[in-house]
């Protein structure tokens, strides 16, 4: 009878932590609902106030979608604003650093992952200029940005290869779109190099491969021309229809960011290409895995937070 009762007791114990096991995961889950799936595993950076001639540069972690600031002591520039979805998280991020005005909002092309939160921005923010491409779209997405421009009377500025805006001591150039027509959206897509005494970045929206060799045609691909960086958004949130071999040799970036979210259906980042950066000896980090990533300068080699 003993040892029938520890068979007994064994399955009853073995039944209790499985009890205990689905309470766990279902906490969980409601956690997660709560306050944002990431929020359980991901660590948050040290922000800090931005002074004297610091720039900070912030990949905002709002999952399957694009959005950075740019904090320097003369204003605060966005670039992209998240999905729908993600925007009550950008949201908290930009309150948190205690943003109130935007010198410069850029959109770098209409897709949802891109502009899902730019209405909320416009409406919630003093943005005082806008930065779109030259192409439109159909989408309600698309619509209520415009509609928030309008409303708000932003200043809006269509890019142009090589325009230059500038605020203080940092200079942002357009780089792309080069041409005026593209079958695919991507392509449209806002590539911006920023420039803060000797530190460079690149934001390239989604700007896929057909764009990424334009820009090599047009700025060359030696080092130490017009695409070579210290710190790339990489393309496309890792996409294999991103980030070329010719273009990252021209680039030749100490670090990448990749902004993507975790186990997407798009299967972002690519294996290969994340074996292609790792080849050329490029450092990257991932929102998907460390959450919202920042990097420093005051002018010289950036710094990660």
């Not at 009878?1 to 068979?7: P, V």
């Not at 806002?190 to 970045?201: F, K, P």
């Not at 021309?225 to 680039?251: N, P, R, W, Y």
């Amino acid at each position: 009878m003993a040892q029938k009762k520890r068979r007994y007791s064994k399955k009853k114990q073995k039944m209790i932590t499985s009890v205990i096991s689905f309470v766990v995961v279902i906490i969980l889950a409601i956690l997660g609902v709560l306050f944002g799936k990431d929020a359980l595993n991901k660590p948050k950076p040290v922000i800090e106030p931005v002074s004297g001639n610091e720039v900070q540069f912030h990949f905002i972690d709002v999952g399957q979608g694009d959005a950075a600031l740019i904090r320097t002591a003369q204003g605060d520039i966005l670039i992209d604003a998240s999905t729908g979805d993600a925007e009550d998280d950008l949201k908290a991020y930009l309150d948190q650093l205690g943003v109130d005005d935007i010198e410069y909002a850029v959109f770098t092309h209409p897709h949802e992952d891109h502009i899902g939160g730019a209405d909320m921005v416009i409406q919630n923010y003093n943005v005082k200029r806008v930065v779109i491409p030259n192409k439109t779209h159909t989408s309600k997405t698309y619509e209520r940005m415009m509609d928030a421009i309008e409303q708000k009377n932003c200043e809006v500025i269509l890019s142009e290869p090589e325009k230059v805006f500038k605020m203080g001591e940092l200079s942002c150039t357009i780089l792309a779109p080069i041409g005026s027509s593209y079958k695919e959206m991507n392509d449209y897509s806002i590539v911006l190099r920023v420039d803060y005494g000797e530190t460079s970045v690149l934001f390239t929206g989604d700007a896929e491969i057909l764009s990424e060799n334009e820009m090599l045609d047009r700025f060359g691909s030696a080092k130490g021309g017009m695409l070579d960086c210290d710190l790339i958004k990489v393309g496309h949130h890792g996409s294999d229809t991103s980030s070329g071999e010719a273009f990252l040799k021209a680039v030749t970036p100490v670090y990448g960011v990749i902004s993507c979210g975790a186990g997407n259906s798009y299967g972002h980042p690519i294996q290969s290409v994340l074996k292609r950066y790792e080849t050329l000896g490029i450092t990257l980090y991932r929102t998907d895995l460390e959450g919202s990533i920042v990097f420093t300068s005051t002018g010289g080699e950036p710094t990660k937070k």
